[in-house]
Nanobody, 123 residues
C-alpha cells in the first residue's frame, strides 16, 4: 500500500517560515497529483494546495496565495510546502494526500493520506 509521511511541522512565531515535507513510498510517485489540507481544532477541514503529476500546475487556497509555495521532486518521491509569512490562522494539523487530480484534492477526494504534522503559529 501507499504510505505518506509528513514532517517539518513545529512551533513558529507569526511572520516566520516553515517547510513541510511529504515523503511517499509503495507506489509510482509521479503518477499521482499531490495535495495538502489542514484542520484546526473545532474547524472544518480546509484545502491548502495541490500540484499536478508533473508539477506543471499548482493551485492554492485564497488564504495562502502569495505566502505558500508547493513543489515536488519526483526523483526523491517528496513534495514540499514552503510556508512564509505565517499567521496565527495557519495553525492546525497539516495532512498530505495523493489523488488523481488537483480538482480531486479540492473536493477532498483522496486515495491516500498521511498522519499529519502539527503547525503552531504563535502571536
Amino acid at each position: 500500500q501507499v504510505q505518506l509521511v509528513e514532517s517539518g511541522g513545529g512551533l513558529v512565531q507569526a511572520g516566520g517560515s516553515l517547510r513541510l515535507s511529504c515523503a511517499a513510498s509503495g507506489r509510482t510517485f509521479s503518477n499521482d497529483a499531490m495535495g495538502w489540507f489542514r484542520q484546526a481544532p473545532g474547524k472544518l477541514r480546509e484545502f491548502v494546495s495541490g500540484i499536478s503529476r508533473s508539477g506543471s500546475s499548482t493551485d492554492y487556497a485564497d488564504s495562502v496565495k502569495g505566502r505558500f509555495t508547493l513543489s515536488r521532486d519526483n526523483a526523491k518521491e517528496t513534495v514540499y510546502l514552503q510556508m512564509n509569512s505565517l499567521k496565527f490562522e495557519d495553525t492546525g494539523v497539516y495532512y498530505c494526500a495523493s489523488g488523481p487530480t488537483i480538482a480531486a484534492m479540492r473536493r477532498f477526494m483522496y486515495d491516500y493520506w498521511g498522519q499529519g504534522t502539527q503547525v503552531t503559529v504563535s502571536s
